[in-house]
């Protein structure tokens, strides 16, 4: 078969005619919007969660005690994300994705009410991981389930919806977190997903029906096995490296030997298993493909700049500009508002054209024109030239952000559709992962130097003491270090900013070498699959 082209429904490697047990079935645009409304409202519960976490820290902190540990709070829950992300994705392949996808959302939910109920530090942060571990099936669940009920011709009219989800998440979330936390107590943070998650639950087994899936397969235990210890190993790096541990630390060199070793011993054992004729967790061969391989990588690039620039802009905007640090969410409010009229726009147009090649190129130039201005930001830019530029990342991002899933969704067999969905969505959280880790390395680095350079060597260690730095805090510095810290944060922001740019610069290069396949469209009603027995 050649590269990059996929059986179409209905047709065997062949050429003849195969029966696919996960065949799309047509539905009109009214039945897949009902069922839309259960699917967005879990990808929010996904997305909001940190968001809203993020703003009550300092209060869980003050309750609970174990400030030492409030890292990990975050931490567990990404960890258990990352890692679970594939295997969700061959779960739902296996074993359908209706069951798998209502398993994730209980258990996310389960993690919700404890974390509420939790009453001690170490406490929460198993409870996030339990938490983690479901969000991780929720937004693979959420895409695949759209891969296998929209065709990726038509899919571009829905997107638009999910860049609103996202909006809603980053802009709402600050703000619904603090004024829960204020008006109730940091245990509603959690407990307001219960009833959320109990909405889409009804929702999707409801009005969810899609062809029942009957596997004999055996589940990989080995490579999952692997692939969880390798990812947790990498995510650890990228956390720990410059912030809890210096890079060159035996900490952080063991983490990476032990993602090293177990990374190769998955590729082995899935070798193995594909050999057998059984369901390796990852098939490699889905990497044989230009096209998926390549937007995985274009995702890395995208996860690595969208996830540096949400964490860094609100610092300098809160630092430099004096913006609240509780409407910390709003800063962002430009570059989302970018994310979701180009998404919208580009959206529609994949679907009445069913071309999309120009798209990634685009985003992907747009997406480094963005870094670049943002580069520009110093002491005296004003919040207006700011929200400028972060419009002009929002807009890059746009382009980018749904056709990656789409194009590596679209790049594989329709049984295959999980296990796409979430390489891809693996690929973009471990690129902001790197994003965030070496993004606050590079700003810890210049940040110290700048200080030290203003303000000596007493100025560098003053700063590097107070890491938690606070805006109110800062209003009662010395005007001097005030004023230096101001310049430093400055010099930290460009420094990202301009490393981001290049990081960027190599997405042009990635889009340039995609192919142009023909995006699958609705079968019409004489081709389509015979009726199969449905989930209920």
Same mark, same amino acid.
């Given at each position: 078969m050649?590269?990059?082209q996929?059986?179409?429904?209905?047709?065997?490697?062949?050429?003849?005619?195969?029966?696919?047990?996960?065949?799309?079935?047509?539905?009109s645009?009214?039945?897949?919007?009902?069922?839309?409304?259960?699917?967005?409202?879990?990808m929010?519960?996904?997305?909001?969660?940190?968001?809203?976490?993020?703003?009550? /820290?300092?209060?869980?902190?003050?309750?609970l005690g174990?400030?030492?540990?409030?890292?990990?709070v975050v931490?567990?829950?990404?960890?258990?994300?990352?890692?679970s992300?594939?295997?969700?994705?061959?779960?739902g392949?296996?074993?359908?994705?209706k069951?798998i996808?209502?398993?994730?959302?209980?258990?996310?939910?389960?993690?919700?009410?404890?974390?509420?109920?939790?009453?001690?530090?170490n406490?929460?942060?198993?409870f996030?991981?339990?938490?983690?571990?479901?969000?991780?099936?929720?937004?693979?669940? $959420?895409?695949?389930i759209?891969?296998?009920?929209?065709?990726p011709?038509?899919?571009?009219k829905?997107?638009?919806?999910?860049?609103?989800?996202?909006?809603?998440?980053?802009i709402?979330?600050?703000?619904?977190?603090g004024?829960?936390?204020?008006?109730?107590?940091?245990?509603?943070i959690?407990?307001?997903n219960?009833?959320?998650g109990?909405?889409?639950?009804?929702?999707?087994?409801?009005?969810?029906?899609?062809?029942?899936?009957?596997?004999?397969a055996?589940?990989?235990?080995?490579?999952?096995?692997?692939?969880?210890?390798?990812?947790?190993a990498?995510?650890?790096?990228?956390?720990?490296?410059?912030?809890?541990?210096a890079?060159?630390?035996?900490?952080?060199?063991?983490?990476?030997?032990?993602?090293?070793?177990?990374?190769?011993?998955?590729?082995?054992?899935e070798?193995?298993?594909?050999?057998?004729?059984?369901?390796?967790?990852?098939?490699?061969?889905?990497?044989?493909?230009?096209?998926?391989?390549?937007?995985c990588?274009?995702g890395?690039?995208?996860g690595?700049?969208?996830?540096?620039?949400?964490t860094f802009?609100?610092?300098?905007?809160?630092?430099?500009?004096?913006?609240?640090?509780?409407?910390?969410?709003?800063?962002l409010?430009?570059m /989302?508002?970018?994310?979701?009229?180009?998404s919208?726009?580009?959206?529609?147009?994949?679907?009445?054209?069913?071309?999309?090649?120009?798209?990634?190129?685009?985003?992907?130039?747009?997406?480094?024109?963005? /870094?670049?201005l943002?580069?520009?930001?110093?002491?005296?830019?004003s919040?207006?030239?700011?929200?400028?530029?972060?419009?002009?990342?929002?807009a890059?991002?746009?382009?980018?952000?749904q056709?990656? /899933?789409? $194009?590596?969704?679209?790049?594989v067999?329709?049984?295959?559709?999980g296990?796409?969905?979430?390489s891809?969505?693996?690929?973009r959280?471990?690129?902001?992962?790197?994003?965030?880790?070496?993004?606050?390395?590079?700003?810890?680095?210049r940040?110290?130097?700048?200080?030290?350079?203003?303000?000596?060597?007493?100025?560098?260690?003053?700063?590097?003491?107070?890491?938690?730095?606070?805006?109110?805090?800062?209003?009662?510095?010395?005007?001097?270090?005030?004023?230096a810290y101001?310049?430093?944060?400055?010099?930290?922001?460009?420094?990202?900013f301009?490393?981001?740019?290049?990081?960027?610069?190599?997405?042009i290069a990635?889009?340039?070498?995609?192919?142009?396949?023909?995006?699958?469209?609705?079968?019409?009603?004489?081709?389509?699959?015979?009726q199969?027995?449905?989930?209920?």
């Open positions: 050649a590269q990059d996929i059986p179409q429904q209905g047709e065997a490697a062949d050429g003849g005619a195969a029966p696919d047990p996960d065949a799309q079935i047509i539905r645009p009214r039945e897949i919007r009902i069922v839309l409304s259960g699917l967005l409202i879990a929010l519960l996904a997305m909001l969660d940190n968001m809203i976490v993020g703003t009550a /820290m300092p209060t869980i902190v003050g309750d174990g400030v030492n540990h409030l890292s990990w931490t567990s829950y990404i960890l258990a994300t990352t890692a992300t594939p295997i969700w994705g061959k779960l392949d296996l074993y359908g994705r069951g996808f209502m398993a994730s959302i209980v258990i996310f939910l389960a993690g919700s009410a404890l974390s509420g109920l939790s009453q001690n530090m406490e929460l942060i198993i996030r991981a339990l938490q983690g571990l479901g969000a991780g099936g929720l937004i693979v669940g $959420v895409m695949s759209m891969g296998a009920l929209v065709p011709r038509e899919r571009g829905y997107q638009g919806m999910f860049a609103a989800v996202m909006a809603v998440a980053m709402g979330g600050p703000l619904v977190g004024t829960i936390t204020d008006h109730l107590s940091w245990h509603w959690f407990y307001i219960l009833p959320l109990a909405l889409a639950l009804i929702v999707i087994a409801v009005t969810l029906h899609l062809p029942q899936v009957r596997s004999t055996r589940i990989d235990y080995l490579g999952a096995g692997l692939l969880t210890v390798g990812i947790v990498l995510v650890l790096v990228t956390t720990w490296g410059g912030q809890s541990y890079w060159g630390s035996w900490q952080v060199a063991g983490m990476l030997a032990l993602a090293a070793v177990s990374l190769a011993g998955f590729v082995r054992v070798q193995r298993v594909a050999q057998r004729g059984e369901e390796p967790v990852l098939p490699l061969h889905l990497f044989r493909s230009r096209n998926f391989s390549l937007i990588g274009l890395f690039v995208v690595f700049v969208m996830f540096g620039a949400i802009l609100p610092l300098y905007q809160q630092s430099v500009q004096g913006a609240s640090a509780t409407n910390s969410g709003l800063l409010m430009p /989302m508002l970018g994310v979701l009229v180009v919208l726009v580009v959206g529609q147009a994949v679907t009445r054209t069913g071309r999309y090649k120009i798209y990634p190129v685009v985003g992907s130039l747009v997406m480094t024109a963005g /870094m670049l943002l580069s520009l930001l110093d002491t005296g830019t919040r207006f030239t700011s929200g400028l530029f972060m419009v002009v990342l929002g890059g991002l746009g382009f980018l952000m056709l990656t /899933m789409l $194009v590596a969704q679209n790049s067999a329709l049984r295959d559709i296990v796409a969905s979430s891809s969505t693996f690929f959280t471990i690129g902001g992962s790197f994003g965030v880790s070496l993004f606050g390395a590079l700003f810890s680095s940040v110290t130097h700048t200080m030290t350079e203003r303000l000596g060597a007493s100025g560098g260690k003053a700063i590097a003491g107070h890491a938690q730095l606070t805006p109110g805090m800062l209003t009662h510095l010395p005007t001097p270090v005030r004023e101001d310049h430093a944060v400055a010099n930290g922001v460009h420094s990202i301009l490393w981001g740019a290049l990081i960027s610069a190599a997405g990635i889009a340039f070498f995609l192919k142009e396949v023909p995006l699958r469209a609705t079968p019409k009603p004489s081709e389509a699959e015979p199969v027995a449905v989930e209920v």
